[in-house]
Protein backbone atom coordinates (compact mmCIF):
# COMPACT_ATOMS: atom_id res chain seq x y z
CA UNK A 1 0.00 0.00 0.00
CA UNK A 2 1.79 2.88 -1.33
CA UNK A 3 0.16 6.82 -0.88
CA UNK A 4 0.31 8.42 -4.53
CA UNK A 5 -0.39 11.86 -5.32
CA UNK A 6 -2.92 13.44 -7.36
CA UNK A 7 -4.49 16.57 -7.78
CA UNK A 8 -8.43 15.84 -8.52
CA UNK A 9 -11.29 17.96 -8.86
CA UNK A 10 -11.11 21.31 -6.65
CA UNK A 11 -14.10 21.90 -4.36
CA UNK A 12 -13.57 25.79 -3.29
CA UNK A 13 -16.40 28.07 -1.98
CA UNK A 14 -14.23 31.11 -0.60
CA UNK A 15 -16.05 33.75 1.57
CA UNK A 16 -12.84 35.64 2.04
CA UNK A 17 -11.63 38.73 4.22
CA UNK A 18 -10.19 41.42 2.45
CA UNK A 19 -8.76 39.58 -0.31
CA UNK A 20 -8.45 36.16 -2.93
CA UNK A 21 -6.01 34.34 -2.11
CA UNK A 22 -2.75 34.87 -4.23
CA UNK A 23 -2.52 30.82 -5.30
CA UNK A 24 -4.38 27.22 -4.63
CA UNK A 25 -4.01 23.63 -4.81
CA UNK A 26 -4.50 20.53 -3.03
CA UNK A 27 -6.77 17.30 -4.13
CA UNK A 28 -6.52 13.51 -3.34
CA UNK A 29 -3.94 11.95 -1.73
CA UNK A 30 -4.48 8.38 -3.47
CA UNK A 31 -3.29 4.94 -1.68
CA UNK A 32 -2.72 2.76 -3.99
CA UNK A 33 -3.48 -1.19 -3.30
CA UNK A 34 -1.28 -3.85 -2.79
CA UNK A 35 -0.92 -7.24 -1.75
CA UNK A 36 0.61 -7.21 2.13
CA UNK A 37 1.13 -10.77 2.41
CA UNK A 38 1.58 -13.56 -0.59
CA UNK A 39 -0.23 -16.90 -0.34
CA UNK A 40 3.26 -18.65 0.31
CA UNK A 41 3.58 -16.22 3.21
CA UNK A 42 0.86 -16.76 4.79
CA UNK A 43 1.16 -20.62 4.97
CA UNK A 44 4.64 -20.38 6.18
CA UNK A 45 3.31 -17.02 8.99
CA UNK A 46 0.78 -20.06 10.13
CA UNK A 47 3.08 -22.51 10.27
CA UNK A 48 5.17 -20.78 12.20
CA UNK A 49 2.87 -19.70 14.69
CA UNK A 50 1.48 -23.12 15.26
CA UNK A 51 5.15 -24.42 15.99
CA UNK A 52 5.56 -21.40 18.54
CA UNK A 53 2.13 -22.20 20.22
CA UNK A 54 2.84 -25.48 20.85
CA UNK A 55 6.43 -24.80 22.18
CA UNK A 56 5.36 -22.07 24.41
CA UNK A 57 2.48 -24.39 26.05
CA UNK A 58 5.21 -27.09 26.07
CA UNK A 59 7.11 -24.90 28.22
CA UNK A 60 4.36 -23.80 30.46
CA UNK A 61 4.00 -19.95 29.15
CA UNK A 62 0.71 -20.41 27.81
CA UNK A 63 -2.16 -22.34 29.33
CA UNK A 64 -3.32 -25.44 28.02
CA UNK A 65 -6.82 -24.33 27.66
CA UNK A 66 -7.48 -20.31 27.19
CA UNK A 67 -9.71 -18.11 28.18
CA UNK A 68 -13.53 -18.33 26.96
CA UNK A 69 -13.79 -14.63 27.44
CA UNK A 70 -13.37 -12.66 24.04
CA UNK A 71 -10.22 -9.74 24.50
CA UNK A 72 -11.52 -6.71 23.35
CA UNK A 73 -8.55 -4.16 21.78
CA UNK A 74 -7.56 -0.73 21.82
CA UNK A 75 -6.07 1.26 19.12
CA UNK A 76 -3.12 -0.44 18.05
CA UNK A 77 -1.23 2.89 17.06
CA UNK A 78 -0.13 6.31 19.32
CA UNK A 79 2.09 8.88 18.48
CA UNK A 80 5.87 9.07 19.80
CA UNK A 81 6.69 11.55 22.51
CA UNK A 82 7.42 14.85 20.85
CA UNK A 83 4.88 15.21 18.52
CA UNK A 84 1.55 16.47 18.85
CA UNK A 85 -0.34 15.74 15.30
CA UNK A 86 -4.25 16.22 15.69
CA UNK A 87 -4.14 12.95 14.21
CA UNK A 88 -1.97 11.00 12.24
CA UNK A 89 -3.39 8.58 9.98
CA UNK A 90 -5.85 7.16 7.61
CA UNK A 91 -7.83 3.82 6.89
CA UNK A 92 -6.99 2.51 3.43
CA UNK A 93 -8.62 -0.88 3.81
CA UNK A 94 -10.97 -2.97 5.86
CA UNK A 95 -11.39 -6.88 6.33
CA UNK A 96 -12.55 -8.34 2.60
CA UNK A 97 -15.58 -10.46 3.27
CA UNK A 98 -16.07 -11.10 -0.51
CA UNK A 99 -14.28 -14.21 -1.04
CA UNK A 100 -14.83 -13.89 -4.70
CA UNK A 101 -12.51 -12.65 -7.14
CA UNK A 102 -11.73 -10.03 -8.70
CA UNK A 103 -13.30 -6.77 -7.99
CA UNK A 104 -15.58 -9.03 -5.80
CA UNK A 105 -15.43 -6.72 -2.78
CA UNK A 106 -17.57 -5.65 0.69
CA UNK A 107 -16.36 -4.83 3.83
CA UNK A 108 -17.97 -5.10 7.18
CA UNK A 109 -19.91 -2.04 6.53
CA UNK A 110 -21.26 -3.51 3.22
CA UNK A 111 -19.20 -0.99 1.54
CA UNK A 112 -16.16 -1.68 -1.00
CA UNK A 113 -13.19 0.08 1.51
CA UNK A 114 -10.86 -3.33 0.76
CA UNK A 115 -9.44 -4.69 -2.61
CA UNK A 116 -8.92 -8.19 -3.95
CA UNK A 117 -6.53 -9.06 -6.82
CA UNK A 118 -6.98 -11.14 -9.71
CA UNK A 119 -4.81 -13.85 -7.89
CA UNK A 120 -7.25 -14.20 -5.76
CA UNK A 121 -5.91 -12.71 -2.77
CA UNK A 122 -8.45 -10.84 -0.95
CA UNK A 123 -7.36 -8.44 1.81
CA UNK A 124 -7.49 -9.97 5.48
CA UNK A 125 -6.23 -6.91 7.49
CA UNK A 126 -6.90 -3.24 8.20
CA UNK A 127 -4.12 -0.70 6.82
CA UNK A 128 -3.86 1.73 8.45
CA UNK A 129 -1.77 4.16 6.67
CA UNK A 130 0.28 7.20 7.81
CA UNK A 131 -1.00 10.38 6.86
CA UNK A 132 0.80 13.28 6.30
CA UNK A 133 3.99 13.12 5.02
CA UNK A 134 3.55 9.12 5.63
CA UNK A 135 8.07 8.49 5.15
CA UNK A 136 8.89 11.88 6.86
CA UNK A 137 6.92 10.23 9.34
CA UNK A 138 8.45 7.32 9.53
CA UNK A 139 11.72 9.03 9.34
CA UNK A 140 11.03 10.63 12.47
CA UNK A 141 9.76 7.35 14.24
CA UNK A 142 6.62 9.46 14.53
CA UNK A 143 3.90 6.68 15.25
CA UNK A 144 4.41 3.87 17.00
CA UNK A 145 2.87 0.65 16.52
CA UNK A 146 1.15 -0.71 20.27
CA UNK A 147 0.02 -3.76 21.86
CA UNK A 148 -4.02 -3.47 21.05
CA UNK A 149 -4.54 -5.61 24.78
CA UNK A 150 -2.10 -7.72 26.94
CA UNK A 151 -0.56 -10.79 26.06
CA UNK A 152 2.72 -12.83 25.47
CA UNK A 153 5.05 -12.41 21.89
CA UNK A 154 4.37 -15.23 19.98
CA UNK A 155 6.45 -14.33 17.11
CA UNK A 156 8.66 -11.88 15.71
CA UNK A 157 10.65 -10.92 12.53
CA UNK A 158 13.38 -8.46 12.16
CA UNK A 159 15.95 -6.80 10.22
CA UNK A 160 13.95 -6.82 6.30
CA UNK A 161 14.32 -3.77 4.36
CA UNK A 162 11.75 -0.57 5.22
CA UNK A 163 11.99 1.18 1.90
CA UNK A 164 8.83 -0.98 -0.16
CA UNK A 165 7.27 0.54 -2.83
CA UNK A 166 5.76 -2.33 -4.46
CA UNK A 167 4.89 -5.75 -4.27
CA UNK A 168 8.07 -7.70 -4.32
CA UNK A 169 8.14 -11.39 -4.58
CA UNK A 170 9.83 -13.13 -1.73
CA UNK A 171 9.92 -10.03 0.46
CA UNK A 172 9.94 -10.34 4.37
CA UNK A 173 8.28 -8.24 6.66
CA UNK A 174 9.34 -7.06 10.01
CA UNK A 175 6.44 -8.14 12.23
CA UNK A 176 5.54 -9.21 15.95
CA UNK A 177 2.80 -11.35 16.39
CA UNK A 178 0.94 -11.31 19.84
CA UNK A 179 -1.19 -14.66 21.70
CA UNK A 180 -4.25 -13.35 23.55
CA UNK A 181 -5.25 -14.71 27.03
CA UNK A 182 -8.06 -16.13 24.94
CA UNK A 183 -5.95 -17.68 22.47
CA UNK A 184 -6.79 -14.59 19.74
CA UNK A 185 -3.18 -14.23 17.73
CA UNK A 186 -2.82 -10.20 16.21
CA UNK A 187 -0.28 -9.69 13.36
CA UNK A 188 1.48 -5.89 13.66
CA UNK A 189 3.30 -6.40 9.98
CA UNK A 190 5.25 -3.76 7.84
CA UNK A 191 7.16 -2.15 10.75
CA UNK A 192 10.26 -0.80 10.57
CA UNK A 193 13.97 -2.36 10.05
CA UNK A 194 15.91 -2.43 13.67
CA UNK A 195 12.55 -1.05 15.21
CA UNK A 196 10.90 -4.12 16.57
CA UNK A 197 10.45 -4.96 20.04
CA UNK A 198 13.72 -6.12 22.06
CA UNK A 199 12.03 -8.51 24.17
CA UNK A 200 11.67 -11.73 23.84
CA UNK A 201 9.36 -14.21 21.77
CA UNK A 202 7.60 -15.75 25.32
CA UNK A 203 7.55 -12.89 27.04
CA UNK A 204 4.62 -10.92 27.82
CA UNK A 205 3.45 -7.25 27.05
CA UNK A 206 0.55 -5.20 28.40
CA UNK A 207 -2.19 -2.93 26.62
CA UNK A 208 -0.05 -0.17 25.27
CA UNK A 209 3.46 -1.31 25.08
CA UNK A 210 5.52 -0.40 22.71
CA UNK A 211 6.41 -2.80 20.02
CA UNK A 212 7.63 -1.22 16.61
CA UNK A 213 7.91 1.72 14.51
CA UNK A 214 5.38 2.01 11.67
CA UNK A 215 7.25 1.46 8.42
CA UNK A 216 7.22 -0.44 4.92
CA UNK A 217 8.87 -3.11 5.30
CA UNK A 218 7.86 -6.21 3.00
CA UNK A 219 4.90 -6.30 0.11
CA UNK A 220 4.48 -2.85 1.00
CA UNK A 221 3.88 0.46 -1.23
CA UNK A 222 4.04 3.29 1.74
CA UNK A 223 4.36 3.45 5.19
CA UNK A 224 1.32 1.62 7.00
CA UNK A 225 0.29 -0.80 10.18
CA UNK A 226 -1.25 -3.91 8.48
CA UNK A 227 -3.36 -5.38 11.32
CA UNK A 228 -4.98 -9.04 11.25
CA UNK A 229 -6.74 -10.84 14.09
CA UNK A 230 -7.33 -14.87 14.47
CA UNK A 231 -9.80 -16.16 17.05
CA UNK A 232 -8.27 -19.46 17.51
CA UNK A 233 -5.74 -22.22 16.41
CA UNK A 234 -5.41 -23.38 13.24
CA UNK A 235 -4.54 -20.18 12.23
CA UNK A 236 -6.11 -20.02 8.49
CA UNK A 237 -9.07 -17.84 7.31
CA UNK A 238 -11.39 -19.60 8.54
CA UNK A 239 -10.88 -18.13 12.35
CA UNK A 240 -10.27 -14.62 10.64
CA UNK A 241 -11.80 -12.25 12.75
CA UNK A 242 -12.66 -8.59 11.85
CA UNK A 243 -12.55 -6.39 15.08
CA UNK A 244 -14.78 -3.64 13.17
CA UNK A 245 -18.94 -4.98 13.92
CA UNK A 246 -21.19 -4.35 11.15
CA UNK A 247 -24.54 -5.77 9.09
CA UNK A 248 -21.34 -7.54 6.69
CA UNK A 249 -19.62 -8.50 9.04
CA UNK A 250 -18.96 -12.92 7.64
CA UNK A 251 -16.64 -13.30 10.36
CA UNK A 252 -17.73 -12.28 13.46
CA UNK A 253 -21.03 -10.42 12.62
CA UNK A 254 -22.11 -7.93 15.02
CA UNK A 255 -19.58 -8.59 17.59
CA UNK A 256 -17.36 -5.69 17.90
CA UNK A 257 -13.49 -6.75 18.94
CA UNK A 258 -12.92 -3.00 20.37
CA UNK A 259 -12.60 -1.56 23.44
CA UNK A 260 -14.38 1.31 21.42
CA UNK A 261 -15.57 1.21 17.89
CA UNK A 262 -14.27 3.65 15.74
CA UNK A 263 -16.33 5.11 13.14
CA UNK A 264 -16.44 3.33 9.55
CA UNK A 265 -15.88 7.12 8.03
CA UNK A 266 -14.09 9.51 10.90
CA UNK A 267 -14.08 13.14 9.20
CA UNK A 268 -10.67 14.82 10.86
CA UNK A 269 -8.27 17.20 10.68
CA UNK A 270 -5.00 15.66 10.32
CA UNK A 271 -2.41 18.55 10.40
CA UNK A 272 -2.36 21.93 9.66
CA UNK A 273 0.43 24.34 9.50
CA UNK A 274 1.80 27.49 7.57
CA UNK A 275 4.20 26.80 5.09
CA UNK A 276 6.78 28.51 2.64
CA UNK A 277 5.47 26.46 0.00
CA UNK A 278 3.19 24.41 -1.44
CA UNK A 279 4.18 20.48 0.23
CA UNK A 280 6.34 18.11 -2.38
CA UNK A 281 5.20 14.70 -2.59
CA UNK A 282 8.06 12.92 -4.70
CA UNK A 283 7.91 9.34 -5.51
CA UNK A 284 8.36 6.75 -3.10
CA UNK A 285 10.22 6.27 -1.13
CA UNK A 286 11.71 9.45 -1.33
CA UNK A 287 10.95 11.95 1.74
CA UNK A 288 8.37 14.61 1.36
CA UNK A 289 9.23 18.31 1.40
CA UNK A 290 6.57 20.16 3.88
CA UNK A 291 8.36 23.61 3.61
CA UNK A 292 6.68 23.67 7.09
CA UNK A 293 7.41 27.51 9.02
CA UNK A 294 5.88 29.11 12.08
CA UNK A 295 7.93 32.31 11.38
CA UNK A 296 7.37 34.98 8.82
CA UNK A 297 8.09 38.49 8.03
CA UNK A 298 6.28 41.22 6.97
CA UNK A 299 5.47 41.36 3.93
CA UNK A 300 6.06 37.47 3.13
CA UNK A 301 3.79 35.15 1.32
CA UNK A 302 2.16 33.16 3.58
CA UNK A 303 0.73 29.31 2.79
CA UNK A 304 -2.13 27.86 4.52
CA UNK A 305 -2.38 24.14 4.24
CA UNK A 306 -4.23 21.59 5.92
CA UNK A 307 -4.81 17.88 5.45
CA UNK A 308 -7.51 15.73 6.25
CA UNK A 309 -8.53 11.97 6.41
CA UNK A 310 -11.92 10.92 5.60
CA UNK A 311 -12.76 13.94 3.70
CA UNK A 312 -16.64 13.47 2.95
CA UNK A 313 -18.41 15.30 0.11
CA UNK A 314 -20.85 18.01 1.16
CA UNK A 315 -19.22 18.71 4.64
CA UNK A 316 -17.46 22.55 4.86
CA UNK A 317 -14.11 23.39 6.88
CA UNK A 318 -13.75 26.90 8.22
CA UNK A 319 -10.49 29.01 7.50
CA UNK A 320 -9.36 32.05 9.51
CA UNK A 321 -6.30 33.81 10.05
CA UNK A 322 -6.43 36.32 13.07
CA UNK A 323 -3.69 39.36 13.63
CA UNK A 324 -2.02 39.29 17.33
CA UNK A 325 -5.27 41.08 18.69
CA UNK A 326 -7.49 38.36 17.30
CA UNK A 327 -8.68 40.48 14.69
CA UNK A 328 -9.70 38.42 11.22
CA UNK A 329 -6.90 38.99 8.71
CA UNK A 330 -8.44 36.38 6.39
CA UNK A 331 -11.34 33.87 6.66
CA UNK A 332 -12.82 31.50 3.90
CA UNK A 333 -14.88 28.06 3.92
CA UNK A 334 -14.22 24.84 1.57
CA UNK A 335 -17.25 23.00 0.47
CA UNK A 336 -16.19 19.67 -0.24
CA UNK A 337 -17.07 17.77 -3.43
CA UNK A 338 -15.76 14.99 -2.97
CA UNK A 339 -15.25 12.01 -0.63
CA UNK A 340 -11.65 11.00 -0.04
CA UNK A 341 -9.77 8.63 2.37
CA UNK A 342 -6.76 11.78 2.53
CA UNK A 343 -6.62 14.94 0.89
CA UNK A 344 -4.55 18.01 1.15
CA UNK A 345 -5.19 21.92 0.42
CA UNK A 346 -3.53 25.20 0.78
CA UNK A 347 -3.78 28.89 -0.05
CA UNK A 348 -1.23 31.93 -0.10
CA UNK A 349 -1.80 35.08 1.02
CA UNK A 350 0.77 38.02 1.55
CA UNK A 351 1.17 39.89 4.76
CA UNK A 352 1.37 43.58 4.09
CA UNK A 353 4.43 44.86 4.75
CA UNK A 354 3.53 47.42 7.79
CA UNK A 355 1.47 44.69 9.36
CA UNK A 356 1.23 43.89 13.33
CA UNK A 357 3.99 42.23 14.40
CA UNK A 358 3.62 39.13 17.38
CA UNK A 359 2.02 35.19 17.45
CA UNK A 360 -0.78 35.17 15.01
CA UNK A 361 -3.02 32.13 14.85
CA UNK A 362 -4.01 30.36 11.85
CA UNK A 363 -7.42 27.65 13.17
CA UNK A 364 -9.29 25.81 11.13
CA UNK A 365 -12.78 24.17 11.73
CA UNK A 366 -14.04 20.91 10.71
CA UNK A 367 -16.64 18.33 11.96
CA UNK A 368 -17.11 19.96 15.22
CA UNK A 369 -13.01 19.48 15.80
CA UNK A 370 -10.88 23.29 15.38
CA UNK A 371 -7.00 23.03 15.31
CA UNK A 372 -4.80 26.15 16.11
CA UNK A 373 -2.00 26.64 14.72
CA UNK A 374 -0.10 29.69 16.09
CA UNK A 375 2.35 31.50 14.18
CA UNK A 376 5.03 34.35 14.68
CA UNK A 377 5.31 37.56 12.44
CA UNK A 378 8.45 39.59 13.21
CA UNK A 379 9.73 43.72 11.24
CA UNK A 380 10.97 42.95 7.76
CA UNK A 381 14.38 44.15 9.23
CA UNK A 382 14.52 41.12 12.10
CA UNK A 383 15.04 38.60 10.03
CA UNK A 384 16.20 39.05 6.27
CA UNK A 385 16.89 36.84 3.32
CA UNK A 386 15.46 33.89 4.52
CA UNK A 387 14.34 30.86 1.78
CA UNK A 388 13.12 27.85 2.67
CA UNK A 389 13.27 25.43 5.41
CA UNK A 390 15.71 22.73 3.53
CA UNK A 391 17.63 20.78 6.27
CA UNK A 392 15.50 19.18 9.42
CA UNK A 393 16.89 19.90 13.05
CA UNK A 394 15.30 17.91 16.34
CA UNK A 395 15.25 19.59 19.58
CA UNK A 396 15.83 17.98 23.22
CA UNK A 397 14.43 17.91 25.67
CA UNK A 398 11.62 19.84 24.84
CA UNK A 399 10.08 21.12 27.15
CA UNK A 400 13.70 22.17 28.55
CA UNK A 401 14.80 23.70 31.73
CA UNK A 402 17.70 26.79 30.70
CA UNK A 403 19.59 23.71 28.35
CA UNK A 404 18.99 22.55 24.84
CA UNK A 405 20.16 20.33 22.53
CA UNK A 406 19.84 21.06 18.84
CA UNK A 407 20.20 17.97 16.17
CA UNK A 408 20.89 18.59 12.52
CA UNK A 409 20.52 16.18 9.98
CA UNK A 410 23.20 18.59 7.75
CA UNK A 411 26.50 19.43 8.91
CA UNK A 412 26.40 23.27 9.97
CA UNK A 413 29.51 24.84 9.82
CA UNK A 414 28.34 28.57 10.51
CA UNK A 415 25.04 28.21 12.47
CA UNK A 416 23.19 31.55 14.12
CA UNK A 417 20.56 30.32 16.46
CA UNK A 418 18.27 33.00 17.11
CA UNK A 419 15.48 32.83 19.71
CA UNK A 420 12.21 34.71 19.54
CA UNK A 421 9.45 35.32 22.30
CA UNK A 422 5.88 35.37 21.71
CA UNK A 423 5.46 38.72 20.91
CA UNK A 424 8.19 38.77 18.03
CA UNK A 425 11.02 40.24 20.33
CA UNK A 426 14.45 38.11 19.64
CA UNK A 427 15.68 36.93 23.54
CA UNK A 428 18.42 35.14 22.75
CA UNK A 429 20.86 35.05 19.71
CA UNK A 430 24.54 33.81 18.90
CA UNK A 431 26.72 33.10 16.07
CA UNK A 432 28.92 29.96 15.93
CA UNK A 433 31.93 29.85 13.66
CA UNK A 434 33.58 26.96 12.18
CA UNK A 435 31.88 24.22 13.51
CA UNK A 436 31.85 21.75 11.03
CA UNK A 437 29.27 19.64 13.20
CA UNK A 438 25.48 18.54 13.52
CA UNK A 439 24.85 18.70 17.09
CA UNK A 440 24.86 21.93 19.44
CA UNK A 441 24.01 22.71 22.59
CA UNK A 442 22.28 26.34 23.87
CA UNK A 443 23.23 26.50 27.61
CA UNK A 444 22.14 28.67 30.44
CA UNK A 445 19.44 30.08 28.50
CA UNK A 446 17.62 32.40 31.24
CA UNK A 447 14.13 32.46 30.06
CA UNK A 448 10.53 32.79 31.48
CA UNK A 449 8.20 29.81 31.58
CA UNK A 450 6.60 30.05 28.35
CA UNK A 451 6.49 29.36 24.06
CA UNK A 452 9.27 30.74 22.29
CA UNK A 453 10.55 29.87 18.55
CA UNK A 454 13.84 29.19 17.87
CA UNK A 455 15.21 30.24 14.33
CA UNK A 456 18.23 28.45 12.86
CA UNK A 457 20.06 30.12 9.76
CA UNK A 458 22.74 29.24 7.60
CA UNK A 459 23.56 30.77 3.98
CA UNK A 460 20.08 31.86 3.72
CA UNK A 461 18.79 29.14 4.60
CA UNK A 462 16.68 28.68 7.70
CA UNK A 463 14.75 26.40 9.93
CA UNK A 464 12.42 27.34 12.72
CA UNK A 465 10.76 25.19 15.59
CA UNK A 466 8.67 26.05 18.55
CA UNK A 467 10.52 25.47 21.95
CA UNK A 468 9.13 25.56 25.21
CA UNK A 469 11.23 26.80 28.19
CA UNK A 470 9.79 25.37 31.46
Known sequence: MRSELFIIGFSFMCAVVHAQPLQKGGGEYVVQKSVCVSSEQYASIYSELDKRMLELKQKGVLPQVFSPTITLFDFPLKQSPGFNYPSFYGISNYVDHNTGF????????????????????????IDYFLWPFDHLMQDRDQVQIVAAADGIILFKSEGNSDQSCSFCSGCMWNAVYLVHPDGAVTWYGHMKKN??????????VVKGEYLGIVGSSGNSTGPHLHFEIYKAQPYSRAN????????????????????????YQNPTINRIQTQTAPPNFPVCPAIETTYESNQFVQGQTVFYASYFADQLAGTTATYTVTYPDNAVFQTWTQTFANTFAASWWWWSFTLPSSTQIGTWNFRVTYNNQTVNYPFVVTAATAVQNITENIFEMKLYPNPFVQQLTINSTQVLKKPVFTIYDSKGAAVYRVAMQSTHQKEFQLNNLQLGKGTY???????????FRKMISK
Open 240 to 263: LIDAYAGPCNALNGTTSWWQNQLP
Open 195 to 204: SVTTKAEGQP
Open 102 to 125: PNQITDFSCGTRSYDTDGGYNHQG
Open 453 to 463: LLVVTENNRAV
